[in-house]
């Protein structure tokens, strides 16, 4: 499988690693320590330096009850950061869901949008279907990050986030954008319990049959904290092992705070002749 972005074509046969990078005050597990651009920028440069596969920069905190960012405020941070992170020769993708903030970065020649509301929000899909080859990942959420996780519901949430995805992406290519640009994600942690977490990690195959590349962030998440007894700044360990679960259950793409330990990790688990996603 590849996933065709602006300026890549990422191939998936080999797990790949999105790292990421916050340029914002509030962020849950890292933020603050990135907010200048400038320490941004030497963030994005250590993480290549570290084996990234692609950089992943984002403007505005969305865990549980964050603030919303105005536009010219998210603008102002990950502009700079996105100018400096397209020089670096690993694909870049833009965390947003603001349809301006996705413009001004695919100006800038960003290769892909990462986008938690899945395109839904206004001119989001107008914005992504004009522009001829960037990559997009759809992401499930359950609700808005403001109120998310106060009661998440699910009969079955594996079959509620299909179905979600399914509709999603059939949409995206219904306003023009080619298969092979399009990752979906079931959006570990937005409007979500341990227990939903868990499930569709349990049966993520299930979510294989999509016919998109999977993209997961299970990095330092509150699910990994309650089976750990850990803080958010001591789950590295957690999010590498949840990290190779979901590798061994088809998943294409890993978005991750500590982008060392988990291609350490990928390097033993390929070498054990465990890696072969192709062939899952
Ligand atoms: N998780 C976060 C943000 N963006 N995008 C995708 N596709 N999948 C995810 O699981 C995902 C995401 C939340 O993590 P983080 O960026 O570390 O925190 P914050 O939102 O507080 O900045």
Known sequence: MIWQTTRFRIDLSRPQVMGIVNTTPDSFSDGGSHASASAAA????RLVAEGVDILDIGGESTRPGAT???????????????????????????????????????????DIVNDIAALQQPRALAVVSAHPSCGVCLMHMQ??????????????????????????????????????R??????????????HNLALLARQRELLTLGHPLLVGWSRKRTLGELTG?????????????????????????????????????KV?????????AAT
């Open 68 to 110: 919303p960012v105005p536009l010219a405020e998210e603008l102002a941070r990950v502009l700079p950061v996105l100018k400096a992170a397209v020089t670096m020769g690993v694909p870049v993708s833009i965390d947003t869901y603001k349809a301006d903030v996705m413009a001004a970065a695919l100006d800038l020649g960003v």
């Open 42 to 45: 030497r963030h994005c440069e």
């Open 230 to 266: 850990r803080p958010v700044d001591e789950r590295v360990v957690a999010s590498v092992a949840a990290a190779l679960a979901a590798v061994l259950r088809g998943a294409h793409v890993l978005r991750v705070h500590d982008v060392a330990a988990t291609v350490d990790a990928l």
């Open 269 to 277: 688990w390929q070498a054990a002749g465990s890696g072969d996603v």
């Open 143 to 180: 609700g808005e990050p403001g109120s998310m996780q106060a009661a998440p519901t699910y009969g079955d949430v594996v079959a509620e986030v299909d179905r979600f995805l399914r509709e999603r992406a059939r949409a995206v290519r219904d306003a023009g954008v080619q298969d092979e």
């Open 182 to 195: 399009i990752v979906l994600d079931p959006g570990i942690g937005f409007g979500k319990t341990a227990a």
